[in-house]
């Protein structure tokens, strides 16, 4: 069975700084997606960003990148120019890729809490 | 589009009783999935539901069950009501391929048993 950990149950940053967030998981298959999903305080889920294990290259989406290490079964989530809106708390998510079919299930880490310092 | 709903989107209930809670997916969407988040456990896999279909289960007793409509909407039930079921309820749709693959979460049921 796959694991995720976050390490960090919470950070702070001072806003327009840089924040990196840790994820690391555990699985024996070679084809997966990552995700970090993003949950204010409003409750709603919503993706931030997503990394396909085949494709060697980096994700980015506007100001959040991720390192993506595959040997190291690594994944951090970096935030760039922080903003009040970014408080939240962040999970990283797998998503096993066996079959195309049945495998909709993301096993959660337990969250970051990301609080932003005007 | 409109997103993922569900209702209700708070419930009280007592313990012993039983509760339905019901998820629309994204039009379009055949894959429900729900997961069950509390602060102890985070946030659990409970069921995915395909084209009427549970494909997949998580580690939950029989109390917990669910079924999908023909529309691709989506019930869970659960029975027996315990204080640890007291619990956010997410529900989320999908599309089941695709390199934009991505779960879309709806605003969630909280559930509070006494």
């Known amino acids: 069975a796959q694991t995720v950990t976050q390490s960090q149950p919470e950070m702070s940053v001072q806003e327009a700084e840089t924040v990196t967030l840790s994820c690391t998981y555990d699985?024996?298959?070679?084809?997966?997606?990552l995700f970090w999903y993003k949950q204010p305080p409003s409750r709603q889920m919503i993706l931030v960003i997503r990394q396909e294990a085949y494709k060697q290259q980096n994700a980015t989406e506007n100001r959040f990148s991720v390192n993506f290490q595959k040997a190291a079964k690594s994944f951090s989530l970096k935030i760039s120019d922080s903003q009040l809106g970014d408080a939240a708390m962040y999970f990283c998510?797998?998503?096993?890729?066996?079959?195309?079919?049945?495998?909709?299930?993301?096993?959660f880490g337990t969250g970051t809490r990301l609080t932003i310092i005007p | 589009k409109a997103g993922v709903t569900q209702t209700p989107r708070y419930l009280i209930k007592t313990r012993g009783q039983q509760v339905t809670l019901s998820c629309s997916p994204i039009s379009g969407h055949r894959s429900v999935s729900w997961y069950q988040q509390t602060p102890g456990q985070g946030l659990q896999f409970l069921f995915e539901y395909f084209s009427e279909t549970q494909r997949n289960k998580g580690n939950f007793p029989g109390r917990f069950s669910g079924r999908q409509f023909s529309n691709s909407r989506s019930e869970m039930n659960v029975s027996t009501l315990e204080l640890g079921d007291s619990a956010l309820y997410l529900c989320?749709?999908?599309?089941?391929?695709?390199?934009?693959?991505?779960?879309?979460f709806g605003p969630g049921t909280r559930l509070t048993v006494t």
């Open positions: 998510a797998y998503r096993s890729l066996i079959s195309n079919f049945g495998n909709e299930k993301l096993t």
């Open positions: 699985t024996s298959e070679s084809d997966y997606y």
């Open positions: 989320a749709s999908s599309e089941t391929s695709g390199s934009n693959y991505e779960q879309y």
